[in-house]
């Protein structure tokens, strides 16, 4: 069984950083990608940042390039989406997720494991 916890949003003025975490469970050799994707009102659910379990190895949309940085804690088996300089149009649900992932690291499609998302609101 997988199962993700996501924590770590909340309100913040444009500019502004948050740190998302991620509590991961499950066995761990069911999944070799984790990613953070995001899903605002009324627009579908985009991928963001993920990263190859076995080497550390990020991948990043061209929306968080730049501005977003991903990262995990193994020992603590934890996922972080480090979150700078906020704009507006950074407002949305934040999930993360996992799966047995393929050459298409960004697709939402490859992903199993979704957790239930913290809410991100930046203010202008």
């Known amino acids: 069984v997988q199962a993700q916890v996501e924590s770590g949003g909340g309100s913040v003025q444009a500019g502004g950083s948050l740190k998302l975490s991620c509590v991961l469970s499950?066995?761990?050799?069911?999944?070799?990608?984790m990613g953070w994707f995001r899903q605002a009102p009324g627009k579908a659910r985009e991928p963001l940042a993920a990263m190859r379990i076995i080497d550390d190895s990020p991948f990043y949309a061209s929306s968080a390039q730049g501005r977003f940085t991903i990262s995990q804690d193994r020992a603590r088996n934890m996922l972080y989406l480090q979150m700078n300089r906020l704009k507006p149009e950074d407002t949305a649900m934040y999930y993360c997720a996992t799966g047995m992932v393929g050459d298409r690291i960004l697709e939402i499609s490859e992903y199993t494991y979704w957790g239930q998302g913290t809410q991100v609101t930046v203010s202008s």
């Open positions: 499950g066995s761990t050799y069911m999944r070799n990608v």
